[in-house]
């Protein structure tokens, strides 16, 4: 048995490994937001909560956004 991964693709992204435009797709992996290259196989995951509240503590956050 397979476990499908729903993707998204996230428009106007680019890949900062091959600079690729729109070829950047969101998943959820373990509960883990997951972006990944189609091109290249980059990937990147969210950072821990307190990983992302000490390297952004001077920034506003505006919104998250949460794919159903």
Same mark, same amino acid.
Request: glycine content about 6%.
């Given at each position: ?8 693709? =996230? ?50 956050? =505006? ?6």
């Amino acid at each position: 048995m397979t476990t499908r991964k729903k993707k998204r693709f =996230i428009a106007g992204a680019t890949c900062p490994k091959c600079h690729a435009m729109d070829s950047m797709m969101l998943f959820l992996e373990h509960n883990v937001e997951k972006v990944e290259c189609v091109h290249c196989g980059y990937q990147m995951t969210q950072p821990d909560a307190d990983v992302s509240k000490a390297a952004r503590g001077s920034e506003q956050l =505006i919104g998250v956004f949460k794919p159903d």
